[in-house]
C-alpha cells in the first residue's frame, strides 16, 4: 500500500522545497494566519511552471466561517476557472450551510466547474454539525478527498473518529488527516487511523534576512515555511510501512 504525503504550501519557496524533498502533491494557499485563503493569479501561474508534482490551490475567498455570499460564491467559480486555465491538477473546497450542514448545491456547482480537475473537501468539514452524514453529502457531490482533523484541533486527538470516516468511506472517497501532522507523529497517526494519506504544513518560521531593521516598528518578520527536514522525515517513515 502506498502513503502519500501532501504539503500545504504558503508560498512558492514551500512549494519547491515540498518537491524537491519528494512530497506528491502540494496544497497552494496563502495567509496562513487566516488558515489558508486563495493565492493570487501570480503565485498559482508561477507554481505551476515550476512544479512538476499534483498543485491544488485552495479556493477560499477569505478567512473566518464557509458560509459564502453570492458575490464570494462568483470569486470562487472565477478563481476554479482560472486554475483550470493554468493547467492546476485540483482544487480545495468547502462550504457550510448556517445549519452546519454541507452547502450540497454550490458545492456541486464548485466540482462541476472544475472538472477534469480533481477536488478536495477541506477542513470546513470539521465544522459540519454531522460529520457522517457530511461524508455522504460530500461523496454525492464528486470530491475525491476530505482533509479532516477528525473535528478536533489536531489530527492526533481527532483520529478515532478519522478512522471511524475512512471506515464508512469503505474507498469511496480518501480522507486525509491533517492538521498537527509531524514526523514525530506520523506513524501513530497512520496506525490509529489506517489512513493513505497525510496533509501538513511542515511549518517553520523562518526569520526575515533583512540586515537593517527599524526597532521603532517593535516588530519580528518572518515568512512561514516548510521544514525540509521534517518532510524528509515524515517521507521516510511512510515509506517504512509502505509508501
Do not use: W
Not at 33 to 56: F, H
Not at 75 to 87: H, P, R, S, V
Not at 162 to 182: F, K, T
Request: one cysteine or more; glycine letters at 8%.
Amino acid at each position: 500500500m502506498t502513503h502519500l504525503l501532501e504539503i500545504c504550501s504558503y508560498n512558492l519557496q514551500s512549494a519547491l522545497i515540498a518537491q524537491e524533498a519528494g512530497a506528491y502533491r502540494v496544497e497552494l494557499c496563502a495567509d496562513p494566519a487566516d488558515g489558508g485563503t486563495t493565492p493570487s493569479a501570480g503565485l498559482i501561474r508561477t507554481a505551476r511552471e515550476k512544479l512538476n508534482i499534483l498543485l491544488y490551490p485552495i479556493i477560499r475567498p477569505r478567512g473566518g466561517d464557509f458560509l459564502y455570499t453570492d458575490d464570494e460564491f462568483a470569486i470562487m467559480l472565477k478563481d476554479i476557472a482560472l486554475c483550470k486555465e493554468t493547467g492546476c491538477d485540483g482544487v480545495v473546497i468547502g462550504l457550510l450551510e448556517p445549519d452546519g450542514s454541507v452547502d450540497k448545491r454550490r458545492a456541486a456547482r464548485l466540482v462541476e466547474k472544475a472538472y477534469p480537475m480533481g477536488v478536495t473537501f477541506h477542513r470546513a468539514f470539521d465544522r459540519a454539525a454531522n460529520p457522517f452524514e457530511a461524508l455522504e453529502d460530500i461523496i454525492g457531490i464528486g470530491c475525491e478527498r476530505i482533509l479532516t482533523s477528525g473535528q478536533r484541533q489536531t489530527a492526533m486527538e481527532g483520529a478515532s473518529l478519522i478512522r471511524d470516516l475512512i471506515r464508512q468511506a469503505d474507498e469511496r472517497i480518501v480522507i486525509m488527516p491533517g492538521s498537527g501532522v509531524r514526523s514525530s507523529s506520523i506513524l501513530e497517526l497512520a496506525a490509529r487511523t489506517e489512513a493513505v494519506e497525510f496533509h501538513t504544513s511542515a511549518r517553520l518560521l523562518a526569520a526575515s534576512s533583512m540586515r537593517y531593521v527599524n526597532g521603532s516598528m517593535e516588530e519580528t518578520l518572518t515568512t512561514v515555511l516548510a521544514d525540509r527536514h521534517d518532510i524528509d522525515l515524515m517521507l521516510d517513515r511512510l515509506k517504512s510501512i509502505g509508501g
